[in-house]
């Protein structure tokens, strides 16, 4: 099923707190094709550079640059995410399919034992090209307890991290880019962040 669709199967209370978690972070730009990062800069002027890393290629505005620990950072604005990375590894699977449906995957299979609690918040399948399929994840990562003024709703902890993952299998490999980012980030530059994140492509 589509990810909409596993929407309307969850129950109420469900459904709620992911409403309430897509307004606290302004999630308010669709999951986005690979075309939309280039309509979406050009517009603004920005310049692009690519950024390879492990038989993998994303695009980023080229006023940003590496940071310490990981972090990337914007020339005038200042921090952006706390990290972009991707890694590879050997994989059995011939498509990210193999691993799972979109709207019910488990990240851990994706070697990120630390989201295994993250709330999805939105899921896709792209086409990267030659015919790869790629998973994207919008996720939000709340701490377990936390007090009356930091709740979305009774019992559900405001996110203190925002994740986004896009996942591909090709030529024996898995392939995962992760990028976390703080509310605050998220807020700044998380339309460019998902821009990023959506041209993220295997070579």
Not at 104 to 112: A, C, E, I, P, V
Not at 147 to 166: D, F, H, K
């Amino acid at each position: 099923p589509r990810a909409h669709d596993a929407m309307r199967l969850l129950p109420p209370v469900e459904v709620a707190r992911r409403t309430f978690l897509r307004r606290a972070l302004a999630l308010v730009v669709p999951l986005a094709a690979p075309g939309w990062l280039q309509e979406s800069v050009a517009d603004a002027g920005t310049q692009l550079k690519a950024v390879q890393s492990s038989g993998a290629t994303l695009q980023v505005p080229s006023s940003w640059e590496a940071a310490n620990e990981g972090g990337w950072a914007d020339a005038v604005t200042g921090p952006v995410a706390e990290s972009i990375a991707v890694k590879a590894m050997e994989s059995p699977a011939a498509s990210i399919s193999d691993l799972g449906d979109v709207s019910r995957f488990d990240y851990t299979k994706l070697g990120f034992d630390d989201l295994a609690r993250a709330d999805l918040v939105g899921a896709a399948r792209r086409d990267i090209g030659d015919g790869t399929a790629a998973f994207d994840f919008d996720l939000a990562v709340s701490p377990t307890e936390c007090g009356r003024e930091s709740q979305l709703v009774p019992g559900a902890c405001m996110p203190t991290q925002v994740v986004l993952l896009s996942s591909a299998v090709k030529g024996g490999k898995l392939y995962v880019l992760r990028i976390d980012a703080t509310p605050g980030e998220w807020r700044k530059s998380g339309a460019a962040l998902r821009a990023a994140r959506s041209s993220f492509s295997v070579d």
